[in-house]
C-alpha cells in the first residue's frame, strides 16, 4: 500500500493491479514487450513500496523495475541492461531497503544487488555473494537492529552484519522435504525472527540457542504439519500470528511463552470459511482490515472485529 492508500496487487501471471484507495476502482497493467517504459511481463513475484514512496515489482524473468506515481513510465533494471556492474539475475525474489535508503535486490540464483537510490548506481553486493554457500536466494529482512536476514534454497538463513561484515548461517530443518528451503522471514513486535520453508513448514529463531526451532506441533488439533509450506507470515494489530501455507491458513495466538492456541481456517469451515487451502500472501491494512490472496479463489477480506471473510 502507497502513502496514498492505493493497494498494489500482483500475480504469477496477472501483470500489475492498483486498487485506488479512495474510489475502489482498479486499473490494470499487463505487459508490452515492445514498449521500453512498459512492464514487460506479467509473471511477478514481488512488490515494495519503499521510504520515498516508489513502488518497486520484482519479476520471475525480467528483472526489476521502479514505477512512477501513475504507473505510467516504468524504469527497468535488467541484466541485459547492465553490463559491467549490472544486477546479477532476472529473477527477482525480494526488495528491501538499508537505513540509508538503498534498495537490496534478491535474484534467485545471481546473489544479492545493491541500487544507491541517490546515484542510481547498480551493483552486485560482492562481499556478501562471497560468503554465501548459494546464489540462489529467496527472501530479504532488515531487523529492529540493521541486520540483514537472508532466506535461501537449500542452505537455510543468513544473518549479515553490514558494519562489521560478518555473516552467520542458520539451518531450518524439521525432518521434512524442504529442510533448509526458505520462502519467508518476518520479524513480529517482540523481535522474533520468522522462517517459512516450502516443505519443512514454521520455524521461529530462538537467540538462546542461536539456532531455528521448528514450530510444527503435532499434538494440537490443528498443528503446522513438518511438510508444510509456508508461504506468508504476518502479526495482525491483535498480536495474532496468522500463517498463509499451501494447505490452509492459520492463525497463532500466543498465550504465554513458547505456548500456543492454533486456528485452522480452510475450505468449507464454518463459520469462517476463507474458501481455499491455497494461501499464498496476506496484508492489514490502516483500518485493521486483513488481506488474503489465494491461488485459487481470488482475494478475500477479514474486516477487524468480524469473524466472517468477504470476497472481492
Known sequence: IDDEGNVWLAGENTGLIRLDGQTGETARYNAEEENARK?????????????????WVGTYNRGAYMIDKNAKKFDSYQRSEFVKAGLPGYNVRALAEDEAGDILIACDGGGLARLNTSTGALRSEAWVNGKLDTRYLSALLFDKEGNLWIGTWGTGVYKVNLESRTVENFKLESDGFGDNKVFCLYEDSRGTI????????????????????????????????????????????DSSLWVATLFGLYRLDFRYENNYDVTLFAKNDQPDSIGSYDIHTIYEDPDKTLWFGTGDYGLALRPYGRPVFKHI
Open 39 to 55: 512492464l514487460a511481463t506479467n509473471s511477478i513475484r514481488y512488490v515494495y513500496a519503499d521510504s520515498n514512496d516508489i513502488i
Open 194 to 237: 520468522w522462517g517459512g520453508s516450502v516443505g519443512s513448514g514454521l520455524f521461529y529463531y530462538d537467540p538462546a540457542s542461536a539456532h531455528f526451532v521448528g514450530l510444527n506441533d503435532e499434538v494440537q488439533p490443528h498443528y503446522l504439519r513438518k511438510s508444510a509450506y509456508v508461504i506468508d507470515i504476518l502479526e495482525a494489530s
